[in-house]
């Protein structure tokens, strides 16, 4: 499954990672943000805190790299480097992703607050 894509026009196209990044890839993934830090990227927001995560970091050039992850790897990763393209993409993909992300999130708070064996 191929997992890179760059997002612009409103498309998105599966591309190879570019070579920019690939030094991030190559260090440990507990590091992760240290690494992603090492290639320019700032984390800008995080939806959900376990389980699914979707992550924004920004460029200090000025495009973005979005990331959703799962419990144990990144399923996607998106290229956009046309901030008038990154609202279109804020529009039609992170804003529902995140919704999904919050709302699934309060429903395993509400579950884990329901279970029986949850001191009172």
Not at 39 to 55: P, Q, S
Not at 103 to 109: I, L, P
Request: glycine share 6%; hydrophobic share 40%.
């Amino acid at each position: 499954m191929h997992k890179t894509y760059r997002f612009s026009g409103g498309k998105l196209e599966a591309i190879e990672r570019p070579d920019w990044i690939k030094p991030a890839f190559d260090g440990d993934i507990d590091l992760w943000h240290a690494a992603l830090s090492s290639v320019g990227l700032i984390r800008d927001e995080t939806f959900g805190d376990a389980g699914h995560t979707l992550e924004v970091h920004k460029h200090y050039a000025g495009h973005y790299y979005v990331e959703y992850w799962d419990a144990s790897e990144c399923v996607i990763e998106v290229h956009i480097a046309n901030p008038a393209d990154y609202i279109t993409f804020r529009a039609q993909y992170i804003s529902p992703l995140a919704m999904l992300i919050m709302k699934s999130d309060e429903h395993d708070a509400w579950l884990d607050e329901r279970r029986p064996d949850r001191q009172r």
